[in-house]
């Protein structure tokens, strides 16, 4: 798993630099929590939208996203991005069909190949990003995509 936090505004920041790769659905003009926020001047930093790229299933369900999920109201995974057939509400943005994409080889469908780049290059944007010990996906992120992202020199290793 690979937790970011964007700071204030940073996904509103995110969804409008990447609006020629994303397309919005009705986008609100602010960040639409999924519980309430904290009125508390003690508890407002707990109010930064996070963003958690996890391959874990039904994630809003899962017990190991419960005291995430309980602590900060302003979390979102990538599924919270994508339409599906079984969305009681449309997503706030939903994540463009070129992701609808086959190869031209073999006629095999890649959208679930490509999905985690996406995650990897949402989390790559972040203010911050915490990456799962042992876990290549996150080195990947945290050595090469985030470093490139904010300028810094790649981590080489080996």
Request: aromatic share 10%; glycine share 6%; proline share 6%.
């Amino acid at each position: 798993m690979v937790r970011l936090v964007l700071g204030d505004n940073g996904l509103q920041a995110f969804l409008a630099e990447t609006r020629n790769e994303l397309t919005t659905s009705g986008q609100p003009s602010e960040l639409q929590c999924w519980l309430p926020k904290y009125t508390s001047q003690r508890f407002a930093p707990l109010n930064t939208p996070v963003f958690v790229s996890t391959d874990a299933q039904n994630t809003r369900e899962n017990p190991l996203m419960r005291y995430l999920l309980q602590t900060f109201p302003c979390t979102f995974f990538l599924h919270d991005f994508i339409r599906t057939s079984h969305d009681h509400a449309p997503p706030l943005v939903t994540i463009n069909d070129t992701l609808d994409v086959v190869s031209g080889y073999d006629g095999t469908p890649l959208r679930d190949h490509l999905l985690p780049f996406v995650d990897a290059i949402v989390v790559g944007k972040a203010w911050k990003a915490v990456g799962t010990e042992g876990s290549t996906f996150s080195r990947f992120i945290l050595d090469v995509l985030w470093r490139v992202y904010h300028g810094l020199e790649i981590v080489q290793r080996g």
